[in-house]
């Protein structure tokens, strides 16, 4: 049986990084060996660093998990961490004022992301709640944030970190926009690579 190659750089650990995926799918160990053909205890296995799948097994782990092969055997370089403030992304969701410039790496693994977001005025979000946590820092302009039911306004040098589980929701209440860092724990890449707001959709955009 032949193992994984031992690329250059920085490689994650596997096990804890697919059970870390599977998680995130929700799925059991059965409904993913169900998906990819692989035997439970072998997963467990797997999962438990006990073992270390051929490069077919893996690709099959792959395909359960709706990623790509290089999701779990490229390595992390430090060139990949920075960004450069006049090369940064600038992207926005259909239906969504607001723009949005990535700043995260979006390594396998890792937990963090990370925006700057572009709020234009009169912008209201929905309350939400999710798992995870948030942090906020505004970088320029006004943004009146609902946390629990308590109202925080909030300008330029401010911050607030919270718990994504406490209910929540933020405005612009001004007619200038506003800049917010926002960094968290929340997923911002659906299995198919596509982005996704790091808030919930609003239900009011101006």
């Excluded at 750089?9 to 596997?14: D, E, I, N, Q, V």
């Excluded at 942090?135 to 300008?155: A, E, N, P």
Aim: proline share 7%; glycine share 10%.
């Amino acid at each position: 049986m032949s193992e994984l190659p031992s690329p250059k750089g920085r490689a994650p650990r596997l096990g804890p990084l697919l059970r870390k995926r599977r998680k995130q799918l929700g799925l059991t160990l059965q409904e993913l060996c169900d998906r990819s053909g692989v035997s439970v205890g072998y997963l467990s296995q797997i999962e438990r660093e006990m073992a270390t799948p051929t490069l077919g097994t893996l690709a099959q782990l792959a395909d359960g998990l709706q990623v790509g092969l290089d999701f779990f055997v490229k390595s992390h370089k430090p060139t990949d961490a920075i960004t450069r403030a006049g090369g940064r992304e600038l992207f926005s969701l259909a239906g969504s004022s607001i723009s949005y410039e990535a700043l995260s790496n979006d390594y396998p693994g890792s937990e963090m992301s990370s925006y700057i977001m572009h709020v234009p005025p009169g912008y209201e979000s929905e309350v939400v709640s999710h798992e995870g946590e948030e942090i906020l820092f505004i970088l320029s302009g006004t943004i009146r944030q609902v946390l629990d039911g308590q109202v925080f306004t909030m300008t330029e040098g401010d911050s607030l970190h919270y718990s994504g589980e406490v209910p929540h929701s933020w405005s612009n209440p001004t007619d200038e926009p506003a800049r917010i860092l926002w960094t968290g724990t929340l997923a911002v890449l659906s299995p198919d690579g596509s982005r996704r707001l790091p808030k919930a959709t609003a239900a009011n955009d101006n």
